[in-house]
């Protein structure tokens, strides 16, 4: 797979340095085709959402992965190559969840901002992701907020004129951020200490899981090529077991299936399906990153706790 990738990256690479002489053409052909916008390009639709909703109607916020895409080891394409070499401006999440974009970000000729920088971020504690930085920050409204502030910051920089409406639009769009936290400690306030676990495949809830004051258990650390092993599953049937866990989940891009072996072993039930790095078609679950949010929130407590959400 890692061959594979560094393969593409190789070929994109050789393409957008033929494209880079016509880039200036290609930049001022995009913003024209987008009424005069500037373009700004995200590596997946979580982002897209939330700059989107900063931008307001000043900014064409664009996503190179698709709803429903898996992030980690997303391949892109030639197609991608042309987007980055148009756009104004580049947004990332940084802390290495785009391992396929670095290279990339690197070779194009485009203002880059990562909106984690300022982040805390909490390592990831087993296999072969030991000690590095658990990248799915935006799965905390806390941490979001400091995203937001990242984008307007990068927003204003790219379109000074209209700096102000980019920091109104943040003010109102933390209020939601906050009213997620909240809701977030509320639907899980009544969770029974001895329940207080978080089962899921991938360990992308660390941020949500400090936040509600649960302990988190995962089958693997970050979808790659490593997924569902018999040593993996059997320490989540051992943990399940050990605690008492009432429930346990798993994310919309990975197989249920190892998962499915944890709930086929133990008293615990499924969950429910939860959703981290991508978000649903406009009429699916999850067409927003907040909607995501309460989704996740809701599908969690009603796990734990025995109650419809």
């Known amino acids: 797979m890692r061959k594979q990738i560094g393969t593409v990256l190789v070929a994109m690479c050789a393409i957008l340095a033929l494209t880079l002489t016509g880039c200036g053409n290609a930049k001022n052909g995009a913003k024209a085709s987008n009424g005069g916008k500037p373009t700004v390009l995200t590596t997946f639709t979580v982002l897209q959402d939330i700059a989107q909703n900063i931008a307001g ?16 080891d997303y391949e892109p394409t030639p197609g991608d190559v042309r987007k980055a070499s148009q756009a104004s401006l580049i947004l990332d999440n940084g802390l290495g969840l785009e391992r396929w974009f670095e290279q990339f970000v690197e070779e194009a000729k485009v203002p880059h901002a990562v909106v984690s920088e300022g982040v805390e971020p909490m390592n990831i504690s087993e296999d072969a992701y030991a000690g590095k930085p658990n990248p799915h920050t935006w799965m905390s409204p806390k941490n979001v907020q400091l995203y937001v502030d990242n984008m307007v910051k990068a927003f204003s920089e790219l379109d000074p004129e209209h700096a102000d409406d980019f920091a109104s639009n943040a003010k109102e769009y ?61 320490s989540a049937v051992e943990f399940v077991k050990k605690n008492s866990v009432p429930a346990v989940f798993c994310e919309s891009t990975v197989s249920l299936k190892p998962m499915q072996q944890v709930v086929d072993a133990t008293p615990a039930k499924f969950g429910g399906t939860l959703y981290v790095d991508s978000l649903s078609e406009a009429d699916g679950p999850v067409p927003t990153y907040l909607d995501l949010m309460r989704h996740d929130v809701r599908t969690i407590a009603a796990g734990l706790t025995g109650k419809n959400s």
């Open 57 to 72: 109607d000043h900014l064409q916020v664009e996503s190179i992965t698709k709803a429903g895409a898996e992030i980690h």
């Open 174 to 234: 933390k209020k939601s951020l906050q009213g997620i936290h909240d809701e977030l400690t509320h639907e899980l306030a009544d969770v029974p200490k001895e329940k207080r676990a978080l089962v899921t495949c991938e360990g992308a809830f660390s941020y949500l899981a400090r936040d509600a004051g649960l302990t988190e258990k995962y089958l693997w650390p970050v979808n790659a090529e490593e997924e569902g092993t018999p040593k993996q599953v059997a």
